[in-house]
């Protein structure tokens, strides 16, 4: 086990190479992409094998168990399942809790957050891809979770929370759903979130992105390969820009590539502790008074990393509800 010195020492090392480009925008959102060279690791994403018929995610029972379900992997490869992606379908749709890498030809339990409140019973016998959980919400199970792993070493989410997460976000969009389910909301707001999606395409040899609304930072997300955060590009804009519509009224503000560096830069002031991953692999979960994240190390290669700012009660590590922002830019104090 590494001292926690070194694990920050770690993760640094593996983002030093990471390299930003010039920011895109739309409307109140932007995003600035990560380049940086592509593993060797070989594995499929989840969604890609729930689609050809290799991963199946079923309840664990016929009861079911709604923070746990269990998956197969039938194929010759490993599979990456994403932390905040949906699955959708069975007795009620979940959420993954963190990123799990899983083995060629094995079947295991995942831990999952339900968001949809109102059902529990089956409308299929098995999951499919949905939609990323927008920003907001993954940052605050993100904060749950890292408290479990160092309680319990298990990947546990507050339920009670992602449901209030998942009801904030419905009446934040003026959406409606009979069975309280976030793919509802995304459904009914769909125009909209298109709007960002068209706006936004892929930038080319991204493998990952620094994501802003309204000059406030939201997210960080990186894989390890080009080819993989092409697949998900249009699903991880669409959970941006449902948080951006949330905030299409705050004044906007310019969000840099020089903003992007300072939250990178901020891993480097980050207390890192190490867990048993739920699959292959280690869990690294950070946090400073500035941000929050989680990494999944296999092999000695950053598989998946998310980075969010650590101000979810608040929107703000300010008192006064002011942005946090690099140190350049805050050579004089603002008024609150």
Request: with cysteine; net charge neutral; hydrophobic share 35%.
């Amino acid at each position: 086990m590494k001292e926690p010195n070194e694990l920050t020492q770690l993760l640094v090392k593996m983002t030093r190479l990471l390299q930003l480009d010039n920011p895109i925008g739309h409307r109140n959102l932007t995003l600035v992409p990560i380049r940086g060279d592509s593993s060797e690791l070989d594995y499929v994403l989840a969604a890609e094998a729930i689609e050809d018929g290799t991963l199946t995610v079923k309840e664990v029972s016929d009861s079911g168990d709604v923070n746990m379900l269990i998956v197969k992997n039938k194929g010759d490869k490993r599979v990456l399942l994403l932390d905040g992606e949906e699955l959708i379908g069975a007795k009620q749709n979940r959420i993954l809790n963190t990123t799990i890498l899983i083995e060629a030809n094995t079947t295991q339990k995942i831990p999952v957050s339900c968001v949809e409140q109102g059902r529990w019973n089956h409308v299929s016998s098995k999951f499919s891809a949905g939609m990323y959980s927008p920003p907001e919400m993954r940052s605050k199970k993100s904060r749950v979770v890292s408290r479990s792993y160092a309680q319990c070493g298990q990947a546990v989410s507050d339920q009670g929370e992602v449901w209030d997460d998942v009801e904030k976000l419905s009446n934040d969009l003026n959406a409606h759903s009979p069975t309280r389910a976030m793919k509802d909301v995304f459904f009914q707001r769909t125009a909209d979130y298109d709007s960002y999606v068209r706006a936004l395409p892929y930038s080319e040899g991204a493998r990952g992105v620094v994501s802003a609304i309204s000059g406030r930072f939201v997210a960080l997300d990186v894989l390890d390969k080009v080819q993989s955060f092409k697949h998900i590009w249009n699903r991880l804009v669409t959970g941006y820009a449902m948080d951006a519509l949330r905030r299409k009224s705050d004044d906007y503000k310019p969000f840099t590539e020089k903003s992007a560096k300072f939250f990178i830069d901020s891993i480097g002031d980050c207390e890192v502790s190490q867990f048993d991953s739920a699959g292959l692999g280690k869990e690294l979960r950070f946090e400073s008074d500035q941000i929050l994240g989680q990494a999944l190390v296999v092999d000695d290669c950053l598989v998946h990393m998310s980075v969010f700012p650590n101000d979810t009660e608040n929107r703000s590590a300010d008192p006064h509800g002011r942005r946090i922002m690099p140190p350049s830019f805050r050579r004089r104090p603002r008024r609150p």
